[in-house]
C-alpha cells in the first residue's frame, strides 16, 4: 500500500462525506418563502423580518411571551374520570370513548395532510408535534403516505 491509498484517499473522502444537519435548523416563511434562521426566527418571535408575516407560536411560547420569565406557574389538570355515570350497554362506555377519540385524531391527521400536500414536516408543525411522533399515530390510526 502506498501512501496515497492510506492517507490521502481517507482525507478526500471525508471531505465528500454528507454531515448530518438538524431538521429544524431553517424555517421557511408562508408569506415570503425565504429561509429563516430558525433561532433567529423565534428570536424574532415567530415574525419574519423581511415580509413582517407572523406564524403561529405553541402555547408555551405565547404564554413566555405575554409574562414575565418565572411570574407564572403551570398546574397539573385533574384526570378526566373515564365513566362517572357507569354506563350498561352492548359495549363499555370507555370502549367508545377509545373509539371516538381514534376517529376524531384520524380526521384531524388526514385533515392536516390535505392542507399541507402531504409535508409531513408542516403536518407535525400544525399539529404540534415532532415527526417522530406523527409517524407513530399514523402507523397506530393505519394512515399509509
Known amino acids: 500500500m502506498s501512501w496515497l491509498t492510506e492517507v490521502i484517499r481517507p482525507k478526500i473522502r471525508n471531505l465528500f462525506v454528507r454531515r448530518d444537519v438538524p431538521e429544524n435548523l431553517w424555517s421557511q416563511c408562508a408569506g415570503c418563502q425565504r429561509m429563516i434562521f430558525t433561532k433567529d426566527f423565534v428570536a424574532n418571535l415567530r415574525v419574519c423580518a423581511d415580509c413582517g408575516h407572523h406564524t403561529r407560536g405553541t402555547a408555551i411560547e405565547r404564554l413566555g411571551w405575554t409574562f414575565d420569565k418565572d ?42 395532510l390535505a392542507r399541507n400536500q402531504d409535508n409531513m414536516t ?10 417522530p ?13
Do not use: Q
Open 122 to 131: 408542516k403536518v407535525a408543525e400544525e399539529l404540534g408535534i415532532s415527526r
Open 71 to 112: 411570574s407564572f406557574t403551570r398546574i397539573e389538570l385533574p384526570k378526566a374520570v373515564v365513566d362517572p355515570l357507569k354506563f350498561r350497554d352492548t359495549k363499555r362506555y370507555s370502549d367508545r370513548l377509545k373509539e371516538a377519540r381514534e376517529a376524531i385524531e384520524r380526521r384531524l391527521v388526514l385533515s392536516a
Open 133 to 145: 411522533t406523527l409517524y407513530e399515530l399514523m402507523e397506530k390510526l393505519g394512515i399509509e403516505r
